[in-house]
């Protein structure tokens, strides 16, 4: 995928989830009955569900794609490693030669620049002299082995030198696709929860009211003082962890995988016991609970003032879209479902859709307590 398609698919679904969210503004003028509003809800939550179920297709084919650049990745790296092992045999093997070489030059200068013709010219008698010639024969072949071994052995290492650059530069090319591959899933599942969150949030006919229905926006929890005390952006750096256990982040987890950083670069991943008590940080109201690829069981709770958090990997929920939940109530427990390494609690703060450092937000010394 190239750099132009992603820019254009990115701003392509920023557009569409603007689109699917808000109410036209021509239609807020003009009073609707209750039959056109529930057609008119209804035909956004079913736009929104075929852009969930279009963003899914793309998500698979560039996490095939990413997984296809990681394994040439994998293959380059060996290969580089076993190029980097001969080019050192290689040079061991050659300074050898040349060592033995040097000894013979070194040999033949003593003989006073003679050289060969030298144990010829001293022999006493015509028996020594032959014996003389053959034994110069055999010492001619041995360095002509010798030459020939350093020229193929200075060949071969100029030719490993050479393939080691194209395999780097291979391994460069390779690894920008992959960090292309790993952008452009990022802004997918971004965009999936923006969708999803979205969907949760399509306002719902009120049944029974005066003059008809009329759509049901949920109210924020920063807008009840009983409930949220503090808005949400006041508590920064004040917010407790959702669950006890050893604090790592995205970055710190496994490096051989190439969905690491991706799924868990944006939070914290908490190492917790199965079955230990995800409790809420803040109030608000469930806006998503179920089943996200790579989390597993996943939860998103809106706080208001468009601060969410998410919590994955949840072994069973224990609230539905819709709940309103208070500070420190128990959401969920710690599992393992859709992780690959054991029970875990991955954990994420998100503004207006977007990631933020969760580190900014929370005491990690500080855990919800009921």
Known sequence: ???????????????????????????????????????????????????????????????????EAAREREALEERRQDLEERLEQSRIALQALREKLESRLVALYKFSGMGYLFPLLTAGD??????????????????????AALNAEQTSLEALRRELEEKERSRAAVQSRLEEKKAVLEELRNEKIQLLVCLQEEPRLKAGEPGGAVFGERKSRAADPEADPVPFSQRRGQLPLPASGQVFTG???????????????????????????????????????????????????????????????????????????????????????????GPKLYFEIRHGGRPVDVRDWVNLGKVAKR
Not at 40 to 53: N, P, S, T, V
Not at 315 to 320: E, F, T
């Open 1 to 67: 995928m190239t750099k132009r398609m992603t820019d254009s698919l990115v701003v392509t679904l920023i557009a569409l989830l603007a689109w699917v969210c808000t109410v036209p503004a021509g239609r807020a003028a003009r009073p609707e009955g209750p039959a056109e509003l529930a057609s008119g809800a209804d035909g956004r939550r079913e736009r929104i569900l075929d852009q969930l179920e279009t963003l899914e297709a793309k998500m698979t084919r560039v996490a095939s794609k990413l997984e």
């Open 126 to 147: 015509l028996e020594s002299g032959i014996h003389a010639v053959k034994a110069m024969g055999e010492l001619l072949k041995s360095d002509k082995v010798l030459f």
């Open 251 to 341: 970055k710190e987890g496994k490096k051989d995988s190439p969905y690491y950083s991706i799924l868990y670069n944006n939070g914290i991943i908490l190492r917790a016991p199965a079955g230990e008590p995800v409790k809420a940080i803040h109030p608000g109201v469930v806006v998503f609970a179920g089943w996200f690829k790579g989390y597993g069981n996943l939860m998103i709770i809106d706080h208001g003032q468009h601060y969410y958090s998410l919590m994955a990997h949840l072994d069973r929920l224990r609230k539905k879209a819709g709940d309103r939940v208070g500070e420190s109530e128990v959401v969920g427990v710690v599992g393992e479902t859709g992780s690959i390494d």
